[in-house]
C-alpha cells in the first residue's frame, strides 16, 4: 500500500504568490514524522521542514508552512511569495520511527512563472 | 549542517562491468546509511539498509547479489552494482540519519548518475 500520495504531478504558480502542496499519508502507527524536500534539476535532496505527529502546532520555515490536519492524514505544504528559484520537484516523506526509513511521496513538480 | 558526500558524481559504464558508489558522512558518524534509486521524473525509492559492522537489509524485490553493500566504517558505505545492465541507468542517492538533529532527519548525498552502455 502506498504510504505517501502526492496527486499533483505537476503545478504552476505565478512569482509572488502563494502555493498549496498536496500531501497525504498512511500508517498506523501514533508516532511518526513528516518531512518535505525539495529537489532541484541538480539533484540534490534539500529539506524543508518536519512535522512530528505529536506537535500540537503546524511547522513553519521561513516562508514554508506545513498545514497538518491529523484525522485526515494530509500534510500539506505551503510555500508564500514564490521565487523563481523555487521551481523544483518537491518531494513529501514519512520517516518509520522503528527502523528510520523514510518513504517518499511521488512528487509534484514546481514551475513558478515569472 | 550534517554532510553527506558520494563519489563519483556521474559515471558512464559499458554493460558487463561492475561499478562502485562511495557514500561517506563527512562530520558525523553514521552507524546506518541509506540508498535510493531515482529513476527520471520518478520517486525515490528505497533499495537497502546499510548498516555497519553488519550485513545490509535490502528491500523486496532489490537483488542482494547485483548491488552489494559494504559498511566497513562509521563514515562510509559503499553501493556496487554488479555486472551492470543499461536498465540500471538510474539516480543513486544515499542517505544517513542525522541523530543528533532536532528532527532525525536524513542527510542526503548529492547522488550519483550512472549510465550503463
Known amino acids: 500500500a502506498q504510504k505517501i500520495t502526492q496527486t499533483q504531478p505537476g503545478m504552476f504558480v505565478q512569482e509572488k504568490e502563494a502555493v498549496t502542496l498536496d500531501c497525504t499519508y498512511d500508517t498506523s502507527d501514533p508516532s511518526y514524522g513528516l518531512f518535505w524536500y525539495k529537489q532541484p534539476s541538480s539533484g540534490e535532496m534539500i529539506f524543508l521542514i518536519y512535522?512530528?505527529?505529536?506537535?500540537?502546532q503546524n511547522a513553519t520555515e521561513g516562508r514554508y508552512s506545513l498545514n497538518f490536519q491529523k484525522a485526515r492524514k494530509s500534510a500539506n505544504l505551503v510555500i508564500s511569495a514564490s521565487q523563481l528559484g523555487d521551481s523544483a520537484m518537491y518531494f513529501c516523506?514519512?520517516?518509520?520511527?522503528?527502523?528510520?526509513?523514510?518513504?517518499f511521496g511521488s512528487g509534484t513538480k514546481l514551475n513558478v512563472k515569472p | 549542517g550534517a554532510v553527506v558526500s558520494q563519489h563519483p558524481s556521474w559515471v558512464i559504464c559499458k554493460s558487463g562491468t561492475s561499478v562502485k558508489i562511495e557514500c561517506r558522512s563527512l562530520?558525523?558518524?553514521?552507524?546506518?546509511m541509506f540508498w535510493y534509486r531515482q529513476f527520471p521524473k520518478q520517486s525515490l525509492m528505497l533499495m537497502a539498509t546499510s548498516n555497519e559492522g553488519s550485513k545490509a537489509t535490502y528491500e523486496q524485490g532489490v537483488e542482494k547479489d547485483k548491488f552489494l553493500i559494504n559498511h566497513a566504517s562509521l563514515t562510509l558505505s559503499t553501493l556496487t552494482v554488479t555486472s551492470a545492465h543499461p536498465e540500471d541507468s538510474s539516480f543513486y542517492i544515499c542517505s544517513a540519519p542525522g541523530e543528533l538533529s532536532s528532527y532525525n532527519e536524513q542527510f542526503f548525498g548529492p547522488g550519483t548518475r550512472l549510465t550503463v552502455l
Open positions: 562530520d558525523f558518524q553514521a552507524t546506518t
Open positions: 512535522q512530528g505527529s505529536y506537535d500540537q
Open positions: 516523506a514519512m520517516r518509520e520511527p522503528n527502523f528510520n526509513k523514510f518513504y
